[in-house]
C-alpha cells in the first residue's frame, strides 16, 4: 500500500534551516507530485507549495518565496523540503502529501496519502 | 488568491444526530471541460494527519463509511454526517486543488453534545 514516511522532529536555532525529507512506497513515485503542508501548534492546515516529481518543476506560496526549497531524489523515491532562515512562528509540524502531477488527467488531486508528519521547533 | 471560508467553526452535536459543515469558495472550483468540482474534505483527530475523506465534492474515498456525504457545487459545499459517532469527534477541513495554492478552509471542530 502507498505510503510516505517522514523524517524525526527538529529543534533549530532561529535563523537556521531545516531540512524534512518524505519518503515514498507503494506506488510509482514519479506519477504523482508532493505538495508541502504545514499546522502551527493549534492552528489550522498551511499549503506551502508543491513539487513535480516528473520534471522537478516547484510552485511556492509567496510567503515562503525565497526561504523554501522543495526538491526529489528519484533514485530513493524521497522528497525533501528545506526552509531556511527559520522564526519561531515556523514552529509547526510539517507534512506531505501526495498531490497531482503532469501526466495524469484533470490538473488536480486531492491529497490522498499522507506523511505522518515532522515536528520542527525553532527555538534557542 | 481563492479564499475557502467554512462555517460553523464549531459544532457540539448528539450522538446519532445530524452535522452539516459548509465551505464556501471565493471563487468556482468547477473546471469547465470535465464539469468536476476540485474540492476535498479531510478530517484531522489530535496528533494524527489529516485523513482523506471525500474529493470530487462527493466521492467517499474507500473505507469511510457511508454516514459522510458531501454535497454542492461551484463555490457553495457542504459535509454531512448523518448520524453522528463518538470517533467521529475532529476537525475537518475543506481543500480546493482547482487553483494553486491549494487552499484550505480554517477548519470545524466537531463535538460530541
Known amino acids: 500500500q502507498a505510503s510516505l514516511v517522514q523524517s524525526g522532529p527538529a529543534v533549530v536555532n532561529p535563523g537556521a534551516s531545516v531540512k524534512v525529507s518524505c519518503k515514498a512506497s507503494g506506488y510509482t513515485f514519479n506519477s504523482y507530485g508532493i505538495s508541502w503542508v504545514r499546522q502551527a501548534p493549534g492552528q489550522g492546515l498551511e499549503w506551502m507549495g508543491w513539487?513535480?516529481?516528473?520534471?522537478?518543476?516547484?510552485k511556492y506560496i509567496q510567503k515562503f518565496q525565497g526561504r523554501v526549497t522543495m526538491t526529489t531524489d528519484t533514485s530513493t523515491t524521497t522528497a525533501y523540503m528545506e526552509l531556511r532562515t527559520l522564526r519561531s512562528d515556523d514552529t509547526a509540524v510539517y507534512y506531505c502529501a501526495r498531490d497531482w502531477d503532469y501526466g495524469r488527467a484533470g490538473g488536480g488531486d486531492a491529497l490522498d496519502i499522507w506523511g505522518q508528519g515532522t515536528m520542527v521547533t525553532v527555538s534557542s | 488568491d481563492i479564499v475557502l471560508t467554512q462555517s460553523p467553526a464549531s459544532l457540539a452535536v448528539s450522538l446519532g444526530e445530524r452535522a452539516t459543515i459548509n465551505c464556501k469558495s471565493s471563487q468556482s472550483v468547477v473546471y469547465g471541460s470535465n464539469n468536476k468540482n476540485y474540492l476535498a474534505w479531510y478530517q484531522q483527530k489530535p496528533g494524527q494527519p489529516p485523513k482523506l475523506l471525500i474529493n470530487?465534492?462527493?466521492t467517499r474515498e474507500s473505507g469511510v463509511p457511508d454516514r459522510f456525504s458531501g454535497s454542492g457545487s461551484g463555490t457553495d459545499f457542504t459535509l454531512t454526517i448523518s448520524s453522528l459517532q463518538a470517533e467521529d469527534v475532529a476537525v475537518y477541513y475543506c481543500q480546493q486543488y482547482y487553483y494553486t495554492p491549494r487552499a484550505f478552509g480554517q477548519g470545524t471542530r466537531v463535538e460530541i453534545k
Open positions: 470530487w465534492a462527493s
Open positions: 513539487i513535480s516529481t516528473y520534471n522537478g518543476h516547484t
